[in-house]
Protein backbone atom coordinates (compact mmCIF):
# COMPACT_ATOMS: atom_id res chain seq x y z
CA UNK A 1 0.00 0.00 0.00
CA UNK A 2 3.09 2.51 0.28
CA UNK A 3 3.03 2.28 -3.48
CA UNK A 4 0.60 4.57 -3.99
CA UNK A 5 0.77 7.12 -7.47
CA UNK A 6 1.07 10.15 -7.06
CA UNK A 7 -2.74 10.98 -8.06
CA UNK A 8 -3.98 8.66 -5.85
CA UNK A 9 -2.13 9.85 -2.92
CA UNK A 10 -3.49 13.24 -4.02
CA UNK A 11 -7.28 11.98 -4.18
CA UNK A 12 -6.68 10.38 -0.50
CA UNK A 13 -5.18 13.86 0.34
CA UNK A 14 -8.36 15.20 -0.97
CA UNK A 15 -10.90 13.49 0.62
CA UNK A 16 -9.09 13.53 4.00
CA UNK A 17 -9.90 17.44 3.08
CA UNK A 18 -13.58 17.25 2.31
CA UNK A 19 -13.92 14.94 5.03
CA UNK A 20 -13.14 17.83 7.26
CA UNK A 21 -15.57 20.06 5.11
CA UNK A 22 -12.99 21.92 2.90
CA UNK A 23 -14.44 22.32 -0.57
CA UNK A 24 -12.04 20.26 -2.86
CA UNK A 25 -11.48 19.87 -6.21
CA UNK A 26 -12.43 17.10 -8.32
CA UNK A 27 -10.99 13.88 -7.50
CA UNK A 28 -9.85 11.97 -10.41
CA UNK A 29 -12.51 8.71 -10.61
CA UNK A 30 -9.64 6.14 -11.81
CA UNK A 31 -7.79 7.26 -8.80
CA UNK A 32 -10.66 6.89 -6.07
CA UNK A 33 -11.25 3.32 -7.75
CA UNK A 34 -8.14 2.42 -6.67
CA UNK A 35 -8.08 3.60 -3.28
CA UNK A 36 -11.51 2.12 -2.64
CA UNK A 37 -9.68 -1.55 -4.20
CA UNK A 38 -7.42 -0.68 -1.42
CA UNK A 39 -10.17 -0.36 1.33
CA UNK A 40 -8.32 3.40 1.77
CA UNK A 41 -11.90 5.17 0.66
CA UNK A 42 -15.14 4.60 -0.06
CA UNK A 43 -18.48 4.74 -2.69
CA UNK A 44 -21.23 7.28 -0.93
CA UNK A 45 -24.05 8.96 -2.03
CA UNK A 46 -22.08 12.09 -1.48
CA UNK A 47 -19.54 10.83 -3.73
CA UNK A 48 -15.88 9.28 -2.59
CA UNK A 49 -15.19 9.64 1.65
CA UNK A 50 -11.76 8.72 2.81
CA UNK A 51 -12.08 5.47 5.11
CA UNK A 52 -10.56 5.08 9.08
CA UNK A 53 -7.74 3.05 6.98
CA UNK A 54 -7.55 5.60 4.74
CA UNK A 55 -6.83 8.54 7.32
CA UNK A 56 -4.90 6.33 9.20
CA UNK A 57 -2.81 5.68 6.21
CA UNK A 58 -1.79 9.69 5.77
CA UNK A 59 -1.04 10.02 9.05
CA UNK A 60 1.53 7.24 9.22
CA UNK A 61 2.89 9.01 5.81
CA UNK A 62 3.72 11.58 8.30
CA UNK A 63 0.81 14.28 7.75
CA UNK A 64 -3.28 14.64 6.79
CA UNK A 65 -4.42 17.05 4.68
CA UNK A 66 -2.07 18.44 2.09
Do not use: C, Y
Amino acid sequence: MDDLTSGQLHALHNLARKQTGEDVPFVNISDARALTELGLAERTRAGWDITREGAAHLARLGGGPA
